[in-house]
């Protein structure tokens, strides 16, 4: 998943790697999980090791951390070597610093620690040259005045080459934000793609999240797809016309077609969605407080899924049979049902808010679930073939539907998205979810149009392809897109973080505050995270 998420190599290519022994784990940060967790990792990475023979890899952590648990804990790295890397001695710091700093180092036994790590030597180096060595008795050179100092030089020398510079404290705002939230977040590598529902701070901001993409996207798209399908049964035999749409649009005066259509529709499904989204809302919520939102339990999902599925049938089905026969009422609210189940929980599926939005890969062709999903479009056209030969026996050609259906929910499951491509740049996952979307949608609605068109007439080829190409996008990545857009629009509403945001994390990398790592973002050094995120 780390080869995934961080470096778009393909799962078959990881696993392949694994078996083969090719790759070198390098494992930083074992001192800064919590204390009780520290003899867990320890474990599970011998198990590892010894389950995947001895698998090549090197643990970092501080000494006294590990020592800790070694004597308290009796826990003990079973690695085949140990590299114990040494702080700068006094006489080494006096050897490479500036008379002056090293005077002021030795006045502060905090800064006189930090600076027996060379990279920290190095950078009050760089600040220490650039105030001139001067100021410093009036203005002691203390541990937070050093990396704002530091800050401000990089900044400034940033500021220097662009012709549009960042202002330093939008800068600076920015980064402390993203600090907190990758430490709230247990995170070291920041992804734009990653960025989820949780990163906003309070319940209010969460829910106008779920507002607008559980409630918006099945209202919206909801309302097209079904509208394509209320076409199609109304200009072919045997002529069916849903009543309800008619009469809920005339209780607000509404009686133009395809209006009264578009707007009955809109509201059946804005309601829906509102009803299944309080319900995953709740969810949400109750993940948060059993503890455990970061991680994924398909047995929760589905029976979330199948708890929202049924208010959603519900919803649709309830009003339509005030008005329109029970067979029908019944189908529509099936579809709609099933639709929430396939786009929400098919291929792109959170469970909480921190899993609310998945890194896809790009499309390829997967003949097991073409087969299912194809079975499945069979037992629908077969069940459709039903229903119109109750209302006109004379209307139905069953073997026609069969060949429509059952082939397009062929082509609509033979899509598969879990091999990324082998690219990083920044906010790649979103890219490919859209790249995704649109393939989806030719790949389904182009053959659909085709084959309608020439089996029945050109408009409902026309309907059809719009339904289903609409369908299979939204499910294969416009999905994931839209409510990635939903999160960065309401950060940037709030005031945290810019439209462009790759513009200032590459803006920030460029003043070494930060840098790339495959598509993503790591502060320079922890210290200067932790500095972030205390102001």
Known sequence: EELVAKYQIPRRIGRRWLAEDKLLFLLDGLDEMPVESIADCIAAVNIYRKTYGLTDMVVCCR?????????????RLQLNGAVLIRPLTTAQIQQHAPLALAKTLFKDETL????????NLNMMQTVFNGSNGTSHES?????SSFFDKYIQQMVQRQAEKESEPIASSDLSNQLSWLAQQMRRHNQSIFLIEQLQPSWFENKRWQWAYLLGTHVMLPAV??????WSFVQLIGINPPFIEIN??????????????PVKQLFALFCLNFFAGLLSTIATGLFFLWRRRRGDENHIDYRLGWLQLLVTGVIVWAAVTLPLLTTDAFVLALFLGGMAAFGLILTFGGISYGQSFQTEIRVRGAVKWSWHSAFLLGAIGAAASLLWSGIIWLRDPT?????????????????????????????????EGMRIAGLNGLKAMLVVAIPALVLTAVTVNLASGLYTGIMLGVFAGTVHGFNDLFKHSIVRLLLWRKRQTPLNY???????????LLQRVGGGYTFRHRLLQDHFANK
């Open 63 to 75: 000494q006294a951390v590990f020592e800790t648990a070694v004597t308290s804990q009796n826990s």
């Open 112 to 119: 006189l620690e930090m600076a027996q790590s060379p990279l």
């Open 139 to 143: 203005k002691p050179f203390t541990h």
């Open 221 to 226: 798209l909801g309302t097209l797809i079904m």
């Open 244 to 257: 309800f749409l008619t009469e809920f649009a005339a209780l607000f005066g509404i009686t133009h077609s």
């Open 395 to 427: 209307a139905v050609a069953a073997s026609q539907n069969l060949l429509n259906i059952g082939l397009l929910f062929f082509l609509l499951g033979g899509l598969s998205d879990k091999r990324p491509e082998t690219k990083n740049r920044p906010n």
């Open 502 to 512: 790759q513009h200032l994390l590459d803006y920030a990398a460029n003043c070494v």
